[in-house]
């Protein structure tokens, strides 16, 4: 998110000073903001300052930008108390961790319609991005491998994917050096939908990336028709190419919302699966997911074998150290909230999304772009020609007023022209917040419409990073 008002880049070079109901008889009441302070402070002093900066980063119950759990029960917090010293990594010194973490990703391959889950492979990661990374990778193992046994050249792969992808995935091809072949969205085709895929998919195409809730405006991919354009291409050209789907928000939604939408494993071209534990799976930050539908899938030249009670685990990561206790916290969510659990949080949501977004539609300054029935997340645009005098990053501005983070944001390239509005509906965004919410929302319209020369527009924020 941008904080152009008040950005750490540009903070002055003056002390952090303490309140001085807190300062101790011959302890330091100033510290250096960029250099290391020359001695100790008490932990109650130090604990003060950095627990009034956090404060001002704002509410995250009233952040309606992030998709990124930010409430857990108590219970949940307690185990994440008593297990935030865990390495993952070491998988020898905690067995139990590292055996949850498996059974975590058998429970998604499971979900997710593996033909058989015994057969999956999978690991937990820091998030999606870190997911994507590595379902990227091995589409890239692959197609190196079937290439170079045909005698073929390898220099050139390229990746199929729309214009709407999370920014990971550029990433993703920047650091891999894969050509990415960016389809564009257009008013005709808001998300990829297979159309038009003939053109870019070649030779060299590692795979094709479907994205299940696109991030700007929540709304499904239609993964089963991508599959079957891809089916064409296969049947017309030869070329079998494989799929990835970011589920990172929608793989923890369309199980228990869309049972008949068929996306996951169900379609054989669909090699690998990625979610962000830490979003629809309802865990604090710092958790993803990917499952691969089997070991031809995953390349075994992309494994490394870490000793594990004597034995042999293999891993497949970017990173080596990264906390275990979000893998707990998520084990914790699985047992607790079964299937029917998730799937009584999740249309929660999506019932306070549907509220919302019919409200919303129903004010003659927004023209919906989605209405939050794929995941409950879901985009408006001002109506054409409703006004000159304001924009959706003045009314951003107004409802930051009252707390609310709402990012107003130009859609990808296609529709770059349009700026859309967004907002997230997580667990813990209550009917009862939502109301609130239109009340200030109303409020926040009424007092632009009644502006009667128009709201400065250069020098605006930049939006929202997604
Ligand atoms: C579709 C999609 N893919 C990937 C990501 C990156 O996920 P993470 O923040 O878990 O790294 C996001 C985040 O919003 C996303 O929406």
Not at 391 to 405: A, I, P, V
Request: proline content about 6%; glycine content about 8%.
């Amino acid at each position: 998110m941008s904080r152009s008002h008040r950005t750490s880049h540009h903070e002055p070079d003056t002390a952090v000073e303490l309140n001085p109901l807190f300062s101790r008889p011959g302890e330091s009441t100033i510290f250096p903001r960029f250099t290391l302070p020359d001695g100790e402070s008490l932990p109650a002093t130090a604990y003060q300052v950095v627990h009034d900066e956090a404060m001002l980063d704002g509410n995250s119950r009233l952040n309606l930008a992030t998709f990124v759990g930010t409430w857990m029960e108590t219970e949940a917090s307690t185990l994440y108390a008593e297990t935030f010293d865990k390495n993952m990594i070491d998988k020898d010194e905690y067995p139990q961790t590292a055996l949850i973490e498996t059974r975590c990703w058998r429970m998604l391959a499971d979900l997710w319609n593996s033909p058989d889950p015994g057969k999956s492979i999978g690991t937990s990661t820091i998030g999606s991005s870190e997911a994507c990374m590595l379902g990227g990778l091995a589409l890239k193992r692959r197609w190196q491998h079937a290439r170079r046994e045909a005698g073929k050249p390898t220099d050139n792969p390229n990746l199929v994917l729309s214009s709407a992808v999370q920014v990971c995935w550029e990433k993703f091809c920047n650091y891999w050096e894969v050509e990415p072949r960016f389809v564009p969205v257009s008013a005709e085709h808001p998300v990829l939908d297979g159309h038009d895929l003939d053109k870019y998919v070649d030779e060299n195409t590692i795979g094709v990336v479907a994205i299940l809730g696109v991030t700007y405006t929540g709304r499904y991919e239609p993964v089963e028709l991508i599959s079957e354009a891809l089916d064409e291409i296969q049947a017309r050209r030869g070329l079998d190419v494989p799929i990835h789907v970011d589920g990172a928000s929608g793989a923890m939604v369309a199980p228990f919302l869309q049972p008949e939408t068929v996306w996951d494993f169900r379609l054989p071209r669909v090699a690998s699966i990625n979610t962000s534990g830490h979003k629809y799976g309802l865990v604090y930050p710092g958790l993803g997911w990917v499952v691969w539908r089997d070991a031809e899938a995953l390349p075994e030249d992309l494994i490394f074998h870490v000793s594990y009670l004597g034995g042999d685990m293999p891993t497949f990561a970017l990173n080596f150290s990264r906390p275990g206790a979000q893998v707990l916290l998520q084990y914790y969510l699985f047992l607790r909230l079964g299937f029917a659990g998730y799937r009584s949080v999740q249309a929660t949501s999506r019932d306070v999304a549907l509220y919302l977004s019919s409200e919303i539609g129903d004010m003659d300054a927004f023209t919906l772009w989605s209405d939050g029935s794929d995941i409950p997340v879901f985009a408006w645009q001002l109506t054409e020609g409703y006004t000159d005098n304001w924009n959706l990053k003045h009314l951003s501005e107004r409802l930051r007023m009252n707390g609310w983070l709402v990012p107003a944001y130009p859609l990808p390239d296609g529709l770059g022209e349009v700026t859309v509005q967004r907002i997230v509906v997580r667990n813990g965004f209550t009917r009862d917040l939502a109301s609130s919410f239109l009340a200030d929302l109303t409020k926040a319209v009424e007092y632009l419409d009644s502006l009667t020369s128009p709201m400065p527009a250069d020098k605006q924020p930049e939006g929202f990073h997604h």
